[in-house]
């Protein structure tokens, strides 16, 4: 008999400390398995670059399909974590993942949809609407995988709307043209409204958590998405926290929503103050705002702020690794939530 029995019938997976279990066939990964199960365990790149799904393996064996050495230090690996998303079962497991007791307890949704319209925000930066056939909820700052037919596998775009009376029915998404990309390259060649599409979810980590902490919330191109999405949200339930948003673009050009992250930071119960920077604006444009990279308006932050605040970041990589480095220098630990948006040509967030 192999390790799933004659029959391969599924063992069970166990999760701890939440009790919640899923069937596993080994034949699928453990994170695709879980999500299958209508489990929402935490997760982003799916590729094994990201660690997001990072979790411990308690008992029972699994096949690595990528070597997690990749992702995980020797510490970790010395500790038995795993990546999920890169492990198949060999028979029953139990893993421990913390961050599954905490997540959002959403419904995780697959329905048929249609892209209702779009609306220029940048000369890359398109606002997507889609309307689906079932109620979707789900919790500002997280994400939804979307799968266009005869477009190649499904792309993650955050939820642009976190405002509690937004229409049930109705998704916004805000999607960066990526030079060369099959969705985007097909997205903005032609208005698309009326087309068929599916959607899933609702994914991701990437929310507000209750807190006392100053919030600093970073965000670079479409990675605003979710940042104005968890604005909304707390000021619709009335957040009495301080909170910073840092906008990071190149140009003047480059800058979009800024009188609705304006008006969400003014609804705030607490102190909100809403700084975009410009990394390569002409020297001599009339911009009289903040200038240079995000990490430099972070850099002059009070050493308070710095050594309190929980962050909340999403956007490009390079950006998201230069904030934790930094961040990581300037204080021993804090609290650090990330969402690393990559097209789909490096296998992970686009």
Known sequence: MGLFGRNREPATVTIR??????PATGKDSLLNEALAAGIPFPHSCTVGTCGTCKSKLVSGKVREITDAAITLSSEELADRYILPCQSLARGAVELHVADLVDMPDHPLVHTSAVLSGTRALTHDILEVVVRVDEPFAYTAGQYAELR??????PRSYSFARGAADR???????YIRRTPGGEFTEWLFAEDRS????????P????????????????AGGS?????????????????????????GARTAR?????????????????SCRFVPVLSEEDPGSDWSGARGLVTDVVAALPADV????????????????????????LRADGVFHADRFLDKKTQRRS
């Open 203 to 218: 994914f991701g980590n990437l929310w507000l958590r209750p807190s006392g902490a100053p919030a600093l919330c970073v």
């Open 254 to 270: 480059d800058l979009y929503c800024v009188e609705e992250i304006e008006a969400a930071a003014a609804a705030m119960a607490g």
């Open 167 to 173: 229409a049930k029915d109705e998704l916004v998404f």
């Open 306 to 329: 710095l050594s309190a605040c929980e962050v909340y970041a999403c956007g490009p990589p390079p950006m998201v690794d230069a904030l934790e480095a930094q961040l990581g220098a």
């Open 223 to 247: 990675g605003l998405a979710p940042i104005k999405a968890i604005l909304e949200a707390a000021a619709d339930e009335g957040a009495q926290r301080e909170t910073i948003v840092v906008f």
């Open 194 to 201: 009326g087309t068929a599409l599916e959607v899933a979810g």
């Open 17 to 22: 400390p939440s009790g919640r279990s899923f």
């Open 148 to 153: 266009v037919p005869g477009i190649s596998g």
